[in-house]
Every structure is written in C-alpha cells, then in structure tokens.
C-alpha cells in the first residue's frame, strides 16, 4: 500500500509560501491510502488521514464518480466492478484535498484470448534544432513520432492543460555559463499534436527551441514533477522537456510551452523566469524580496483563469486552483499601486546573487554565505523577517562585517489597534524589523533598524505604545460614558497611526547633500522614476516618510510641511493600500491612520518629549504621560554614532542615508533608500545599487577605546529626546569689534576655538565699528543646496557688521585642517581648498589656496578672498596607488581619537547655546 499526499501546483505553493494566504486558505492536507492492485469484485479498504489523524466525512471519488465519505475510522469500503486504473480523490471543506493514482483494478482471469487492440497512426511532435544564441531558425522542422493517439473526436474542443514543472528555478538564478532545464507536463482527453518551448531574454521576441517528449505513467507523476496532479481521467499524458541555452550574465529570461491537440486546440503554459547571474563573481549578494513572487503570481493570472476553467473540463477538483486565481487576481487590480517588477538583473550583472523570500532566508544565509544582503521592500507583517530568524540575520552581518542595504517599506510601523489595548492590536506592517521593546538593546536583540543606523525607533515606537497603553487605562477609571469613549477612541488612534508612512508621493528629483562613495559617478542632481498610479497625477516616485526625525528641526519643519501637502495625493492610494492589505491579511488600519502618520503630530510629541533620568514625558492630546524607562537602554542608544544623510531630495520627503559603524570591532556598513529604487528601470538606479554593494562590503574597523565613556557623559547631559535625536551640534560663533579699519594699516585678527585660525582685511576706504562674526556651522545650511566638489572637512560663516563686500580690498584666510580627519579619509593635503558659495550664482567658487604651516595635530592654510559669506574647506581623495593596493594608516593619532570621537558623540547632545568669545 503507497500513501500519496497531494501538495498542490506549483504555483499554488508559490504564492501560498509568499505570505499572502495564510489568513484565507486552509493549511491541512488530506492524504489517501488505499492498495495499489486489486481485482473486479473485491472489497477495497480506503483510508484518508491528515497529519496522521484519520477524517471523519472526507468525500471520496473515483475516476470523477462519488463513491461515498469515509466512516469515523476515516475508512470507506467500496468494490469495484469495472477493470482499469483509478483515480481517487479525497475532499473535505476545509483540508486542501489528496489524490491516490496507484490504484489499478485488474480483471477476473479467464481463459479467454483478450482481444488485439486497434492501433491508430502515430502522430508527431514537431521539434527544432538546438540553436546557439541569439537563435534563428534556417532549416526545416524535424519531425519526430511519439506514441499512439487515440482517434481524434470531430466533436473536442478542449485544448490540452499544460503545467510547468517549476516556475523558476531554485533562488530564481542560473549561472551564466549554466542552460537551464525546463520539464513541463501535457495532458489532453484526445491527443497531443504538438508542445513547444519558447523562451525570450530581456522581454525581446519568443523563440522556439528543441523539446523532446517522454511517455510518463500515472505512478511516476511525483516523481518527474516534484508534484502530483489531481485528475480523474487522463488518456494523454506526457513529461516534455527542453534546455534553454547558457546566457550572459544580466539577463532576464522567460520561458513557457505552446501546445496544441489534434484537434486544432492550442494553449500555452503560464510564463517561467530567472535571472542570469555571474555565479564566478567574488562578491556574493542575497536580495531577500519576498514580493517577486507575488508580482509572477501577477504575471500569470490571465493563464491561470484559463486553467481554472480546463479544470472544470477535465473534471478535475478546481478548489485549490479557484483560490489561486483569488491571489493573482487581487495581485492584478493592484500591480499600479503595490505590486512593481524589481529589476534585479542590473546587479547580476555584476554579482553572484540569489533571491530569496522571508521562509527561505535562514537556509539560504548558512548555504550562500553573502557578502551582502539587501532587504528589498519588506513591508508586510507577513513578511515580517523577525518572525523567519531576523535575530540570525543580524548575529550574521556582525561576525562577517557584511554589508547591509534596506529600501522602502521596510522600515514600517504599522499596528492595528482594534480594541484599546496594546497586547491585542494586530500587526499589519513588520513592527519586528523595527523593534517595540527595550530589549532590542540587549545583546542578540538588534533589528533591522537598529543595524540600519537609527537606534531611536524602537524607543519611539515604546514610547508612543505605552503613551497609548496609559490613554486607554485612563478609560477604564472614566465614569462618564461620553469621555470614556472618547479616551479609548484616542488611544486606539494613537496607537493605530504610524511613526513612518510608506508610499508618501514625492517628485524623484534628489540632490546630493554630501559627496560619498555611495553617489559616486551621479551628477549633484538627478532624478528617480518609479512606476506607480502616482505617475498619472504628476508625482514620479514614492517614498517613507518618517526617518527624517534624525534631521536638524529646521529641515524637519519643511518635511512636515511638505508631507501635509503630499495627503491629497496619498489619499486614493492610500484607501487602495488599506483595501490590499485587508485583502491579503486580513486586518487593515484605515486610510486615516496612515495620513495621519504624515501630518507628524505623534512624532513630534515624542521628539519633544522629556527625559528625567529614566522617566520620559509625553504630551498627547493636551495630557501628560509619564514612561519608566531602562537607562542600559538609552546607554546602549548613545553608544552609536547616528546615521548621515547624504541625498535628499527637492520637496524633503525623500532620501538616501548611511551608516559606518568603523569604531565597532563587529561593525558593519548598510545603506537605507527611503524609495523603491529597485522598481526603478534606468542607469542611475544601477549606479546605486553597485556603489552601495561595493562600499557596505568594504568595512574598516578603527579602533575607539573612549567611545562608551564619552557617551555615558553626554547621556546625562541629555534632557530630552530632541538631544538624543538631532544629528548635528550646535553652530559655535566667535565674535571680533574693530573699532576701525584704515586703507594704509591692514588689520589681522587671531581667532580660536573654530576652524578659521586668522583674518587679515585690507580695506580700500576707511571704515569704522566694524565687528567680524565666525560661525562653524554643523552642517551646509538648509538653503543652500549645492555642494562643493571633493570631501568636505567643515563649514563656517563670516559676516561682518559694518563692511561690505565693496569696501574689502582683499580678506586673507587662515584656516586649519586635522591631520587626523585627512588620514581617515586619505585626502591628499595638496588638494585642501577654500569655498566660498555665490548666492548670486547659486553655486560654490574654489579660492586659491596654499600651505603655510603644520604644527603636530594640523595643517595650516590660507586663501583670499574679495567678501565674506558661506564658505566651506574640502579636499580630494588620494589617487589609488598602483595595482590598488590601500595606502597603509599609520599609527598613533591616539589623543586626536578621543577629541573626534567627542565631536562624534556630540551629534546626539542636547543642542547648546551658541558660543559667543
């Protein structure tokens, strides 16, 4: 006796394993036991179990005749009184049902001669030559025979079910010296003509290619396919094979079968792919994109309605295929807002990658061993990498220094609070990847957001779900029916709206805010396209809205600005991503919720909020509420140096950001795209992606032995969140009176405690109550754009009260510039220059500049100019010494570490008062 377990399509199982149906379909699967011969007239036992529990009530059928339901030992007893094979198929509402093929019913001996069988001439299958790519097809068609048919029936109009054995191959790659094999299975009630396979690369014209055929019995189905078929009848049956050849690395291929019956009646298969990539290639990637196959899903709906309705024809159970069409179906109606082709063949290209969804991630860690792994828009609870060994993932990139890249949704928040309370609120977005309790600060407790760079979000998300905990506990003490169920109203509201907001309108025009390797070879400005149903109103691109709590308050006053103007737009998308996820999961927060996220109401409260020790006070609503919180958790939060931006784009919504953890032993780089930029299809959005591969893999640890220390000073120093958040320090001025200025007697004022050492000014007339202000400013000013060529080292302001530009013969410049920061980031000191930006212009001017002096901490610089305003010192990167080897650091530069490593702290202290000497 062979028990068979039926296991669904292929494709069922692919979009069963995405996530998408959990919520919706059954999970438990029937199984049918029954002899594998037995003779007309005998009683045949038929068993029918799941999980090794036997069904009551299971009904069962052969050769598509019901033939009664299974008895409370899950039993049914039949006799058959017809010889031939059997097809028996087990179903029950609730169970995905089974299919027993083995069955085969031989007549009672007698001593009679059975009678010759007619015999039909043989058909062909038409079969082409193997080509060489790219394939064009000279010669004839070869004509091959294949085994009898049955006589063609006037009366068929049923054309064959065609079912590819896989949809794509393991990871959804093949090397680029590799062809790949592709088997389908073709079955007919009348007979095969002819089958076919094409295949396609890059979306360019079918073409044909050699298939050959082989005669496949019932009892091997499992074993050609990987799957077993449900199907009462099946006159023709075959496995059809062929090898689609090796292709370049950065190829997309598509592959699927034409068949025709010999009546005339043609179908084809749905479509197959893969990815071509340089399997050769040194550096590994693993792209974990949980949402491709679902878009193939997509992909193939049209030809899965199709087979839902050969189903019905073949009287075969359509069940599990009528939920498939569902999925794809509802994948359809939102390809234009959710569902985008990623275009991974532009990193194939390069890279040895593999592509795996949130179930296969573990496996594929141990087995592939990358050097970089990117997160690719993991927005959905179901996907959810914290619930698939997130903690794995991240123990991996510390004791590898492997690099990490995150796009898009994948920093999402959002919760659905459907009663007031946080213990019973249902997760929507992957609140795991980001962290909601303190102990992500503990050791094997780190998130994706914490490795991204932003150690803040956990604390936030805490702080607001506790803030919401206290809204709806002060519910409870409420005596008045109409304010007890406004405060629960509140708390579900507070605790429904998410921190980050996805899929926020933006117009994809981004400008670089810092030159960095990641943005290497892209001009100061340009633009990103993403597909969307935001194209049709004018916006080219979407976004995450929500990390930009790291900036300095002015910028973040323009994003709140600029995202309140953005709902309009978000409206209609944002109903559609409420509908989808209801859809797919089940649970939905309505489309309020989420535009709430974007006017940054909550947020604001929490960046704003105190901390007194370890308690934290929030004000929501006009109310107070007080958080106890863990001080270990806020220590370990000051122990990270904060995430840089380094792109931002034009309306502020949009971004790029990244992060170096060099001061860490087990340290690693990541790069986080507040876009989707692997559904945008041009050059650009290919540059990125290779410079953020090639400069998260390439970490350096820098040893900071005072870095723990310093951070526990500016700790408690710290008295509210907005110093822990803001990523730059205070502007530090230096003020200087000169009572007067005479044409004949330049004047030389000495100046300390900012970068600018000395200015000499020679007037062309006198001038009298002059006072000469220098600001070292955090960061480049708001309003000013553009940025100055090479690395920047600082910026500073200089005005002068009193002076102006036309009465300045010549200003002479004395600036400094740290040993240490020129060794860090191996700038060449010849290369050390002074920018002063034209407002006028819009753009920055190099002044001439040379070196005067060096003491043993600085270089000494100066330049001239004919005015004051912005300016901003810069140097160039060293050329690569020859065969690439790296310029060795030398060592020492220990006392210089800690003052850096102060300054780099200082990023995350309470802004100071500026600094008047």
Known sequence: MRTVVIASLFCILLCLSSGLTSAQFPTKKLEISAPDVATVGEEVTITVTADGTLVEGADVSANGIGIGKTDSNGQLKYTFTEAGPVVLIAEKPGYLPAAEFTLRIEPVPTPTVPPTPTVTPSPTITIFPTPSPPLIITSPPVTLPIPALPTPSITDEIPPLVILKELHPKYFVVG???????????????????????????????????????????????????????????????????????????????????????????????IGMYFVTDDESETKVMVIDPSLKVWLCKENALHFKKQVEQCAKYEIPAGIWQKYEEIADTAERYENYVIQRHWWEMIAENYNIIIVDHEEMEDALKLFEPDVLIISNVWLDQWDLADHGMEKLMKYIRENHAGLIATHGSLFDEVAWTECKRARATEVGPRGQIGDKLEVYSPGGETVSISLGFPLMPLAEYVRDQAADEICEAAKEETDPRIKAALEATGRTVGSTPLSAPYVPFSGNLIVEERHPVVEGLPERFKIEVPSFYNEIGADAYTLVGWQYILPIDIRKVTQERAEIAKDKAEQFYEKISEYQSEVTGTSVPKERLLDGLDGKI?????????????????????????????????????????????????????????????????????????????????????????????????????????????????EQSKDFRGLITEYPPPIEVSKSLPEIKPEEPVSVKIEKVDVSKIEIKVKNKVTNVNISIQKLPRKPVEIRAIPPGKTYSYFNISAENLEDKDIEKATIQFKVEKFWLDKNNIDVDTIKLNRYSESEGKWRALATVRVDEDGMYFYFEAESSGFSTFAITGEEKAAPPGGAKTPKPPGFEAVFAIASLLAVAYLVLRRKPQII
């Open 176 to 270: 680029d010296d590799e062809k790949y094999k592709a088997e389908a299975l073709v079955i007919d009630n009348v007979g095969v003509k002819s089958a076919l396979f094409l295949y396609r690369i890059n979306g360019g014209e079918w073409r044909e290619i050699e298939t050959r055929f082989e005669e496949i019995p019932l009892s091997e189905i499992k074993s050609a396919l990987g799957v077993e078929l449900p199907k009462a009848k099946i006159p023709h049956l075959g496995l059809y094979i062929s090898e689609i050849p090796s292709q370049t690395a950065g190829t997309f291929v598509e592959f699927k079968v034409r068949a025709e019956d010999v009546n005339g009646n043609a179908v084809e298969s749905p």
């Open 603 to 715: 947020l604001n409260a929490i960046t704003e909020a105190n901390i007194d020790g370890q308690k934290v006070t929030v004000t929501l609503e006009g109310k107070e509420y007080t958080i106890q919180l863990d001080k270990r958790a806020l220590e370990e939060i000051t122990k990270r140096l904060p995430v840089k931006t380094i792109v931002l784009s034009d309306d502020f919504l949009g971004g790029i950001l990244v992060y170096d953890e060099w001061f860490r032993p087990d340290g690693h780089r990541a790069v986080y795209f507040s876009f989707e930029l692997e559904a945008a299809k041009d050059e650009k959005a290919k540059q990125l992606l290779i410079n953020s591969i090639e400069w998260t893999k390439g970490f350096e640890f820098t040893a900071l032995e005072d870095l723990e220390k310093l951070a526990k000073q500016t700790l």
